[in-house]
C-alpha cells in the first residue's frame, strides 16, 4: 500500500509518500517566510492552497509513481492554526475523492514520534518534542503517548522567534539565535521556570528583551536565554526519564536542528545510562512523511474514517490519540553499585552519621548545563529542600530528618525513611487500596498548601509510604506562595505526573487526591484554578 501524507499545522507545508514497510519513497517541503511579525494564519492557509500542488507533483516524481498509484491519503488533523489545517484538509478530501482512496486525518505530535521511531530504530523512548508550537515530554504507557511534560504558556520555538522578531533579526529566529550565542560565552542571570515535568518561557522572554533594552550585548543575550531555555528543557527530559525508568531519549521537532540542544540532550543521556536518538534532519521538523507513516500505522491497526469524520481539531492533544502497534519495553535501569538510586535533581547514597544509617542526597553537576546556571541551581534548591523539609515537618506532613547540610557539596544527610516508593506500591494494589493512599495524599497537599508550601515536584517517585504514613521528599523545586495559581499548578504537576505513569488509575487517584483535599483552605479556588490552567491553549504560534 501507497499512501501519500499532507502536512500543514503552521507554517510549513509538505508532502510524503511511504509505503507499508516504511520505505520513505518522497519528501517534499516548502515555508513559508513572513514578511513582517509573526506567521498569520490566512497567510499560512494561503501559502500551503498555492504550495501543495507542485508539491504533490514533486513527491510523485521523487517516488517515480502516478496519482493512481497511491492506496491511502493522510492529512495533519492537528494541532495547529485553524486556516492552515482546513486547508491541507481540503486538498486531502479532494484527492481521496478524485482517487476513490480512503482517507486519514492524523495527529501531528504523534507523527514526529512515529517518524523518529522509524528513522533510528529507537523502540519506546522518552520524546523532547520542541518546535515553533510545541514543547512536550511524551512517553508512552496505557495504550497512548502520555503527556509528561509541557510548556505553561508558549513554546520554545515560539520564544526564540518572538525574541529575534522584536530584536530585529527576521524570522525564524531559532537559527539566528544559535548564530548569535555561538560568538559569546558571557552569561547573564534569566529566570528559570521549572514546574515539576512543566515549564514556562514567557518570563524568559520578557526578562531577555529587557536585558538587551538596558544595553546588554545582544551575543549574550542570546547565548543567556538559549542556556537557559535549554537547560530547562532537558531537565525537564532528563525528570520524566528517571521517572519512567525508559532506556531511550529521542529529540525530534524543528528546534532539533539546534546544535547546542543536541549536544545537551546527548550528554544528559549518556549520564542516564540510555540511549540518545535523533532522526535526520529533513524528520525532524514537520514533513509529510511523517503523515504518511502515521497513516500507514493507523491504517493496518484498523482505522477507518469517512469523508465526514475528516474535521479538524486545532487542539488535538498527543494523549488523545490510541496507539496499538506500540508496546512498552522493560525498563533498564544500571547503576553504580555505590548508588542507592539516582534522580534527575541528585544521586542517594548510603551512610553512616553518629552511628545511624543515613542517606547523602548529593546534587551532582549536570554536564548539560553551563557552570554559571549548574552551580546556582545545585545550591539554591539545596537551600530551599533544606528549609521546606523542616517547615512540612511542623506543619503536621511527615517528611525526612536532616542531620547535615553542606551547601557547599549541595548535599543534605537525611534521616533513612522506611517504606516503599509510591510509585512501587500502586503497581500491586488493588483501586481501592489506592484510592485510600491517594486520599491521605491529598490531605497531606492541603496541610502543604494551608502552610503556604509548595511542592514544586509532586509525583509518586517523591512520596514513601510506610505502613499508612505518607512521607513527602524532594522539595527542591518548592517554594513559600500562597498564590492560587501556584497552588493549582502544583495539583496539575501531580496529576499529569500520575496520569502519564499509572494511565490505568489516573482519574480515580486524582479523583481521590482532591477529596483529601477538601482540608485546604482555599480548595475551590484551587480546584478552579486547576481546570483554568487545563484549558489554556498550548498550541501557539507567533503572531
Known sequence: MICLGLEGTA?????????TEGNILASKGRQLI???GGIHPREAADHHANSLPPLIEEALHEAQLGLKDIDLVAFSKGPGLGPALRTVATAARTLALRLDVPILGVNHCVGHV???RLTTGCEDPVTL?????NSQVIAFDSGRYQVFGETLDIAAGNMLDQFARQTGQGHPGGPRVEELASRSGSYIKLPYTVKGMDLAFSGLL???LRKYESGESLEDVCFSLQETAFAMLVEVTERALAHAQKREVLLVGGVAANQRLREMVSVMTREHCAQFFIPPMEYCGDNG?????MGQLMYKNGARQEINDTNVIQRYRTDQVSVPWMKKTSPLLRLPPELTAKGAEANLYHDQYLGRDVLVKKRIRKNYRIKDIDKNLRRSRTKTESKLLNEAKRCGVPTPLIYDINIKESSITLEKMGGKLVKDVFKDSGQEEISVICRRIGENVAKLHNCGIIHGDLTTSNLLLDKD???FIDFGLGKISQLTEDKGVDLLVFKKAISGIHHDISGECFSAILEGYQQADDYQLVVDKVREIESRGRYTVSK
Open 469 to 471: 504514613k505518607i512521607i
Open 114 to 116: 512515529e517518524i523518529g
Open 34 to 36: 513572513p514578511d513582517s
Open 206 to 208: 520578557t526578562a531577555a
Open 289 to 293: 512523511a511523517m503523515i504518511a507513516w
Open 129 to 133: 518534542y520542541v518546535s515553533g508550537g
Open 11 to 19: 507554517e510549513k507545508t509538505g508532502a510524503g509518500i511511504v509505503d
